[in-house]
């Protein structure tokens, strides 16, 4: 009887530390939560841009850009647009790049190819962005066209055709958002990654982290019978936009400069 006093009290004791004990304990369901760093803010208002983008055209001026070409001519705004001004053969065209260099991109662009149709296959609309001015996501009038799948509208030109045609037709307005990886180079110049190129047009997808062989023959290396390998460049390089002889028309230009976590060299 006794004996059985003295237990009574323990067995409370050990009945609440095992309480306090499981009270302390977090519950499971919190081990799979994080909750830093926290993500930095990005203010997306209705009918603007985000607040970490940099616009490059807002259809009031140019002043983000510049001729390629030493002795070149600014395209000309019309309508709150940026329109290509045609370079007439033979001489060389006037692409247009950022007087800015960047790498790693989201990018996102509007454009139009001309309503009055032109030409045929790679003369109708043709114009391109280039990321880092040597890698283009082609701009082409891709409507009744024919022409090599791999430089249609949509294309990362002469490298991977489009998974789906989602071209509008001549005069309407278009929207390309990408993501382009910039390559990443070794201090001796060897390829560590290439570039790749993540696109949507007018909101669908048409490329998916696609690797590139190197820059999309343009000018000088236009005319080789194999795409032309890469060259070590610059970690950050102009966008440009190109004149390939068509009034193709540009709004609402602006970038985001991303960081990704596996993608730091
Ligand atoms: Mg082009």
Redesign the pocket.
């Known amino acids: 009887m006794r004996f059985g006093l003295l237990a009574f009290p323990l067995a409370l004791f050990v009945v609440n530390a095992a309480g306090a004990a499981a009270e302390k304990a977090p519950p499971p369901y919190t081990l799979t939560e994080v909750w830093t760093p926290i993500p930095p803010v990005v203010a997306t208002p209705v009918g603007s841009v985000p607040s970490d983008a940099i616009v490059l055209f807002d259809g009031t001026d140019l002043d983000a850009w510049e001729p390629v070409q030493p002795n070149g001519h600014p395209w000309r705004i019309e309508d709150g647009a940026m329109v290509v001004i045609p370079t007439p053969a033979p001489a060389r065209p006037c692409d247009q790049q950022t007087k800015r260099a960047f790498g790693d991109i989201q990018l996102h662009a509007e454009f139009r190819t001309p309503a009055v149709v032109k030409g045929n296959g ?1 003369d109708r609309g ?3 962005v280039f990321f880092m001015g040597l890698y ?1 996501l ?3 009038d891709s409507t009744n066209n024919p022409t090599y799948v791999n ?1 249609q509208s949509g294309s990362v ?1 002469k490298e991977h055709a489009p998974l789906v045609d989602a071209s509008r037709g001549p005069g309407e307005w278009q929207v390309y958002d990408a993501i382009f990886i910039a390559p990443r180079f070794s201090a001796d110049g060897k390829l560590l990654s290439p570039a790749r190129i993540t696109a949507f047009q007018n909101g669908v997808l048409v490329q998916f982290n696609v690797a590139l062989t190197g820059p999309t023959p ?1 000018g000088p290396t236009y005319n080789l019978p194999k795409l032309p390998p890469y060259e070590a460049h610059a970690a950050k390089l102009p966008l440009l936009l ?1 004149d ?1 002889r068509t009034p193709v028309s540009f709004r609402n230009i602006w970038v985001r400069e991303l960081n990704l976590p596996d993608t730091k060299s």
């Open positions: 790679q043709n114009s391109g283009e082609q701009i082409l430089g030109y343009n190109q390939h």
